[in-house]
Structures are given as C-alpha cells and as structure tokens.
C-alpha cells in the first residue's frame, strides 16, 4: 500500500517544526490545520509538506503553498503516483508539476459554461461576498483569455491572467486572490493547478496597527448617537464587518454582559470558520446598548440598514467619520484619483484596524494573549500575536528614552 503523508510546516515559539495535517471525515482537509500535542490547531502562514517513502529512502517534499486546496489536491498525485508502480517518480527538486489527463466530463466543456455551473455550485456553500470575489476573478479570467475550452488551459493561460490582473492595476494582493480563485475553479474540475511555486503571485503582507487613543476620540466627536454606538461596538468587542453587519438583540445579554457571535442562516449569516463565541462587554457599551434598545425596541439587528436589512455599508460610516474627524493621514490616492485628505477614501482607514485595537488594549490592560485568542476566536495564537500592537505607549516611550537618551550630545 502507497503511503504519503501531508504535514505543515509551523513556527512555535520560533523553532521550526513539521506537524500533521488533519484531515476531515469526507477526506478533505480541514483548511491550514495542524496536530499539536494531539489538539488541532490553526496556522495559516504554515507551508504544506508531503512526505514519502520511494525504495525505502523517506523523501520530503515541499508543496510551495499554504493553500489547502492546492495542498490537497497535490497529495492526492502523489498518491497516484505511488500506486502506479511503472510511474517515474520525480525527485522532490523536480520543478513540474505531473500532469493530469483531463476527466472525461471535461473534454469538450467551454470555459464560459463551466464557470456558470461552477458558481451555481459554490453559491450553496459560500457566503455571498466570497462568491462575488470568485464571479469577479473569472469573468476576468474570461477577458483575458483566448481559449474556449477548459481542457485546453495551460499554464500560459494563467500567466497571462495575472499579467492582465497587473497591468489592469490590481494591487499584488488582488492580483494573488483572483489567481488563488482560479486555481480554486480548476480544482473543481479535477484540473491540476496552472500555477505553482514562484508562478504564484507574491505580496506583502502588510501589519494593520490599532487606533490610538486620539484618533478614536476624534472619530466619536464627529459621530452621531448611532454612529457612536457602531464605532463603540467594534472597539469593545472586537467582532469582523459581518458579525456587526448581522448582529441581533438576541445575541446580547445585557444583564450578564456578554455579546455571543450566533449564525442566521435565515438571514444567509455563518460565522467565520463556523466558530461561534461569547466574549465579556464593557459597562460603557452595556450602558449604551441599553438606551439604544430604548430608541429601537423592534428591531432585530442592532445595526439595520435600509427597511431593517442588514446594512453593507457600515466601512463607509466609518471611513467618513475618519475623514470629518480628521484622522486620515492625508498623503494617500485612491484608483480613481480622489485624495483623502478631501475624500473617505483612507487606506489607513478599516474596520479590521478596530479589531485589532480591541486585542491590543485588552493586550494593555494585561488580558492574557491565551484569553484574548478565545476571544478572537482565533484558531492559532501565532495569529492572535499578530494583533498585539506593540506600537508606542507610556512605558515603552519611558524604556525608549532611557535606551538612547545618552545619544543627544553635541556632535
């Protein structure tokens, strides 16, 4: 029997280590998880591994991804290789990727048809901004590409996508998604990926830092009452755009102070990694959701948009209440031209940078990371560490000055 195994590698503690992918009951994987002292755990910048036995010399293999998808679908190569004991196997600094004959239900498909069936099918299992992200990416695709058959993709063909996604002035990193969401719809289809190792578009990953104390208070100033309540609602708990978008009255004990992130699925809500969780509320918001219940005693969401919907433009409340407060840092321009020192239009400016400055406070206050991992609701801590500001305060400005206050002599 053929037998290959998937790893991830992960940092802990920064020692570098190999540990075992986990595998769902349906024989997917479950997306960048890893066993650690026999608990999975999520790692979302650990890179997938494959390792083998060919003649008896155990080989490792980097898969060059940290995308499951990818990863999963490379194992499952490998395996065909391993069972075909006439294949010649190529050693792990082989640079191709084996090819696959197409399917027979692919022969002959065209690129256009097989897209709209492929949405048609992700539409049942994803939320509907992941699905206009993937509609965007391949009608894009379609654009750029000559080919009318899936069959006939090559690697060419994906090369040219991203070069169109550059030239059109995606930033690097839309230009990554929209190539991860073809290979995504290629693998749907049994296709092997067309991108792989340094094909795959590059970005950096840029640190968002938390709100300071000032920019926070100038953004309350220029607030309404319902606009404080949302920018109140977000520092204090912590919760992602769509946890806001569709947080009801229920999900609120206001006498036990506590906020508990609940899927609607009648409302097409499922929590981020369908993770539900409760966390603690400050009596400054416990204080401010008892009046708002006051002055909306009907309502089911707690932040409704129009006719009582969930409102989607709670980014644009906040990027508005940047620019009349004066917090936008001035220098920026956005794709159509518009500065934001006169427009909302603030790349410094987000609702993710909110939730970050919830960690980072509670991180001030002396919350342990493990307790404020809980209630992130985070899989791995690594990414919970990731939103620790470590940004200037008293104490560290106070340790600063000490360090180098003997460095200002005269020359």
């Known amino acids: 029997m053929a037998v290959a195994r998937l790893y991830i590698r992960i940092s802990i503690d920064g020692k570098q280590q190999y540990a075992r992918a986990v595998f769902l009951p349906n024989g997917n ?23 083998y036995s ?27 290789e391993l069972e075909t004991p006439a294949a010649k196997l190529p050693s792990p600094t082989s ?31 994803k939320s509907r901004k992941t ?19 899936l ?10 996508f991203v070069k169109f996604l550059r030239d059109r002035g995606n930033a690097p ?3 990554h998604n929209r190539a991860a969401a073809l290979q995504f719809f290629l693998h749907h289809y049994k296709l092997p990926s067309l991108l792989v190792g340094k094909d795959v578009p590059k970005f950096t990953d840029k640190k968002v830092r938390a709100y300071n104390g000032d920019e926070l208070g100038k953004m309350l100033s220029v607030s309404t009452e319902d606009e404080h309540d949302l920018l109140l609602f977000f520092v204090c708990t912590g919760v992602r755009e769509q946890e806001a978008q569709y947080a009801c009255w229920p999900d609120v004990d206001l006498i036990g102070k506590t906020y508990k992130v609940t899927e609607h699925r009648d409302l097409g809500f499922v929590p981020k990694d369908k993770e539900e969780g409760s966390v603690p ?20 969401l707690i932040f409704p948009g129009k006719r009582g919907r969930p409102d989607g433009h709670l980014l644009r409340i906040v990027k508005r209440l940047a620019l009349d407060g004066g917090v936008n840092c001035g220098q920026c321009v956005n794709r159509k031209g518009l500065p934001c020192s006169t427009h909302p239009v603030c790349s410094n400016v987000g609702l993710h940078k909110l939730r970050k400055t919830y960690a980072t406070e509670l991180h001030r206050s002396g919350v342990p990371a493990r307790v404020i991992q809980r209630f992130l609701r985070h899989s791995s801590l690594d990414t919970t560490e990731r ?6 305060n008293e104490q560290t400005v106070a340790q600063v000055n000490n360090a180098f206050g003997g460095f200002g002599g005269a020359a």
């Open 29 to 51: 994987l479950k997306p960048n998880y890893a066993t650690v002292e026999g608990k999975p755990q999520r790692f979302p910048d650990g890179m997938y591994h494959l390792r």
């Open 54 to 80: 060919i003649g008896g010399t155990r080989r490792w293999e980097s898969l060059k991804t940290t995308d499951h998808t990818i990863a999963i679908q490379r194992y499952r190569i490998k395996l065909n």
């Open 95 to 125: 640079a191709p990727e084996p090819e696959l004959e197409p399917v027979a239900q692919v022969v002959g498909i065209t690129v256009a048809d097989a897209i709209t069936t492929y949405l048609k099918e992700t539409a049942t299992h």
């Open 131 to 149: 699905l206009a992200a993937y509609s965007i990416a391949l009608k894009l695709f379609e654009q750029s590409c000559s080919k009318t058959t």
């Open 151 to 160: 069959h006939s993709l090559t690697r060419d063909d994906a090369m040219n």
């Open 173 to 175: 990193r839309t230009v």
């Open 281 to 300: 509320l400050a009596d400054v918001l416990v204080d401010r959701l008892i009046e708002r219940r006051k002055r909306h005693p009907k309502a089911r």
């Open 387 to 392: 939103y620790l500001d470590a940004s200037q």
